[in-house]
């Protein structure tokens, strides 16, 4: 959620609602997160948003586009896929058309596209974002943070797995349906990361940075217990450790620290000069393994709701 809200904009603005966009469209709102994020330092919507610009209709998924005239100034996306939870929301306006209530008036069309049960994303958490979200009434909820250590000169053991568990990585087209079982089983209690389909596997290993040599998975004989996927962002000089996950059962053996490590040298061997990772805030568990690996805070991305 970026935005800076004030004093409703003079001219008329138009404010449409889509199931799916045109591939122009949809460039469309690519360039306009491209030229926000060179203002604000970090994209405004998730890698999993913009995925979803793409490709025709996604079930309970909507595109709200603003525009003044045939300019396009404000996108925000509705992701209502969350059996108990309300739907999840993230939105932008240009760096340009900023403190016109834009964004105000885009948080009150999500508003009433989501019948008043919002969750609403602000990447940064930056000041702007947070008055935004006291102007809709929305409430803290929740806090992601971004952690980050350097990987030159890592120093990290040689990692012991498990007895019986072996590592390779993964196989495109073989090792699908097997990760999905376990990714689902890891995080069922994470809606965001445990729902992933085949489609959203698809998107993901079909874009640019994709690399099945940084995709790590562990068996013990031939089932498939935990991964670590590791993404490399080659212009931010920035490795990933994108997702980690362990399938319940098979926890508490050392496995997931293995695992961390053997993705941190693989990064380091990539001569990425930093990691990075995203975890809950309330995750005490998983900040401490982190932070024991040498991670620090680097920033925090907020989520708000209502209260209904």
Known sequence: MT????????????????????????????????????????????EQGRLQLKGGSRDGVRHLLLTLGDELVGYAQLEDTDPVEAPAAELVVHPAHRGHGHGRALGSA???????????????????????????????????????????????????????????????????????????????????????TQ???????AEPWFDPAGFFLAFRGDELVGFHWTKVHAEEGLGEVYVLGVRPGSQGGGLGKALTTIGLRHLAAQRMPTAMLYVDADNKAAVTVYERLGFVTHETDLMYRTES
């Open 199 to 205: 489609r959203d596997l698809d998107d993901r290993t």
């Open 110 to 196: 999500m508003l009433h596209e989501s019948g008043k049960r919002l969750r609403v994303w602000a990447h940064g958490g930056h000041s702007a974002a947070r008055h935004l979200a006291q102007v809709l009434g929305l409430t803290l909820f929740r806090e992601l943070r971004q952690m980050r250590r350097p990987l030159e000169g890592l120093d990290l053991p040689e990692p012991k797995l498990p007895d019986g568990v072996t590592v390779r990585t993964f196989v495109p087209g073989q090792d699908d349906a097997a990760w999905l079982a376990v990714n689902a089983a890891a995080f069922a209690h994470h809606p965001e990361q445990g729902s992933l």
């Open 3 to 46: 935005s800076d809200d004030a004093a409703p904009f003079a001219l008329s603005r138009s404010i449409e609602t889509y199931s799916a966009l045109t591939p122009d469209q949809a460039d469309d709102v690519l360039r306009l997160l491209s030229e926000a994020a060179r203002t604000d330092g970090q994209q405004a919507v998730s």
